[in-house]
Structure formats: structure tokens, C-alpha cells
């Protein structure tokens, strides 16, 4: 790969001398084409439900006579509202997150409530499949963050783990303290796996092993590109082991609040 430059020449006083200066623009060129195709797949992205949409309510139109057709197509508008719905609030998570400014008002967040309430939100999803969310070990452990972004990180990797698992199978939240100074969250399915090669891929926006699936499930394509950047923003990183056919787990890994909450409620002080 070749490197870019601009090149500018500026006659320098009267005596023929030029000065000329250089500037490498390739990392420009590069930033820029990363954003025309990031712009490019939003659009396809939103394409797809509103096409969808305009379509469903033209046939819905021509059906009025027809209830039970109605319903049908009532519901399937009701499915892509919801999708062009998620795609525009995780756009908007994004433009929030993937920038180089830090996070407003970082607080003390309690690990056990955030994944007690993400593993609520995906209650419904993994009870349709009739798959058990599991979670626990992590009582008194706290990082300082966002605690809206860090369930919604924890909700994508549930939500994921959900959706790519058959039936009747198990996905297990859990935390633990390592080197005294992190923890590890991890969320483990005993789904479809993830193919070696594509697994440095996954977290790019818009990415899919299978797009047929993903879009099949509902997902947007950027839930990990999601996780990827709130666990940055935290100080952290996320990591994959993951085995084709038998199984993944997603690892975020986040500096720890030292020391961890004390078992027992400190006595309050009289005023
Ligand atoms: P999507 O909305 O498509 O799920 P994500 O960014 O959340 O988008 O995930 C990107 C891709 O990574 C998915 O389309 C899927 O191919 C793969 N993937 C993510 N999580 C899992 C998992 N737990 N098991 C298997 N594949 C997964």
C-alpha cells in the first residue's frame, strides 16, 4: 500500500529560492473512506425496514376487506417498526460512544444490579426459546462508569448469546475479581460458535458471520461494535473463546473500584 501526500510549493523571497512543503495524508484518506462506507451501510441499513414498510402498507391497503390479511400485515409493520426502531437508538448509542471525548459523570455502579437488570431485559427473548439466564458471583464488586451504557453493553452480549443458542440451552452471567485490581465479567452460550476466522471481524459495525441470521433475529450489527466501545470508554477490553458448534463466551474485563463494598452497611452517623 502506497502513502499519500499534498503537496504545496510557495516561492520564498526574490531570489528563486521555493519552499516546499509536504503533508501525508494517507491516515486522512483512510479516516475518510471508513466513514463513506460506515455512511453507505446506514443507508442500506435503513433502507431495507422502511422499503419493507412502504410495501406492507400499499398491500395492507388493497387488503381492507380482508381482516385476517390486515392483522398479518399489521403485525409484520409492527416487526420492521421495531427494527428501523433499535437501528436508530444503537446509531445514536454509537455517535455517543465512538468518539475520543470521556464519558460525562462516571459513578460508582454495583456489578450485581447491572447484570441482574440486563438479565431482566432479555427475560422475555430467552423464555420464548425456553433458554435459562443465569447469573451470580458477583456480590459487592463495583467499577466506576455509566451504568445506562454498561447494561446496555451487558444486554447486547445476553441478547446475542440468546439469539445464536438453540432451544432448551443455558447462558451464564457471571463476574469474578482477578489481579485484585479488575474483574471479568463473562457470558457464556452453548450456541453456534463463532468460526476462528471471522472471529477478529465480529466487532466491526455492521459485521455478520451471517447476515440471513442476524437479520433473521432481529439483530442490528452493531450490538458488539456497542461493547466494544463502552468497554474502551470504561478502561477495559473485551475478549472471545469461542468453539464452532459448541459454544462462546464474551469476556469484559474492567478496572475495579478498590476496596469492593463491605458484606454489611456501614452504621449511619447521627447528624
Ligand atoms: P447482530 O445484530 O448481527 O447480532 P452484533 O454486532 O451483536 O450484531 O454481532 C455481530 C455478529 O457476531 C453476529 O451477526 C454473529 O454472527 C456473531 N455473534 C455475536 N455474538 C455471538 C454469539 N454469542 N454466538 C455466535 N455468534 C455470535
Not at 443507508?43 to 391497503?61: F, Y
Not at 458471583?137 to 438453540?166: K, M
Request: hydrophobic content about 40%; charged content about 30%.
Amino acid at each position: 500500500e502506497g502513502r499519500w501526500f499534498a503537496v504545496r510549493v510557495a516561492p520564498l523571497g526574490s531570489h528563486g529560492l521555493v519552499l516546499v512543503l509536504a503533508e501525508d495524508l494517507t491516515e486522512m484518506r483512510r479516516t475518510e473512506a471508513i466513514r463513506r462506507d460506515f455512511v453507505a451501510n446506514v443507508s442500506h441499513e435503513l433502507k431495507t425496514p422502511v422499503g419493507a414498510l412502504s410495501l406492507l402498507a400499499e398491500t395492507v391497503e388493497g387488503a381492507a376487506d380482508d381482516p385476517e390479511a390486515v392483522r398479518r400485515f399489521a403485525g409484520r409493520m409492527q416487526y420492521e417498526s421495531v427494527r428501523l426502531t433499535n437501528l436508530v437508538q444503537d446509531l445514536m448509542t454509537l455517535s455517543r460512544i465512538q468518539g475520543d471525548e470521556p464519558l460525562p459523570e462516571l459513578r460508582p455502579v454495583r456489578l450485581d444490579e447491572i447484570t441482574a437488570e440486563a438479565i431482566d431485559r432479555c427475560q422475555i427473548k430467552a423464555s420464548s426459546k425456553d433458554i435459562e439466564l443465569a447469573g451470580g458471583g458477583q456480590e459487592g464488586l463495583r467499577v466506576r462508569g455509566d451504568e445506562e451504557l454498561l447494561i446496555t453493553a451487558l444486554r447486547n452480549l445476553i441478547d446475542n448469546a440468546v439469539a445464536y443458542s438453540p432451544e432448551h440451552t443455558r447462558v451464564v452471567v457471571s463476574a469474578r475479581r482477578c489481579e485484585d485490581r479488575y474483574v471479568e465479567i463473562n457470558v457464556t452460550d452453548q450456541g453456534i460458535g463463532i468460526p476462528e476466522t471471522e472471529i477478529e471481524r465480529i466487532f466491526e459495525r455492521f459485521y455478520r458471520v451471517d447476515p440471513a441470521r442476524s437479520r433473521q433475529t432481529g439483530g442490528t450489527g452493531l450490538g458488539l461494535a456497542i461493547v466494544k466501545h463502552v468497554t474502551t470508554k470504561h478502561g477495559g477490553e473485551v475478549t472471545v473463546w469461542s468453539k464452532e458448534g459448541s459454544g462462546s463466551t464474551f469476556t469484559l474485563r474492567l478496572p475495579l473500584i478498590d476496596p469492593p463494598l463491605p458484606a454489611v452497611k456501614p452504621v449511619e452517623r447521627a447528624a
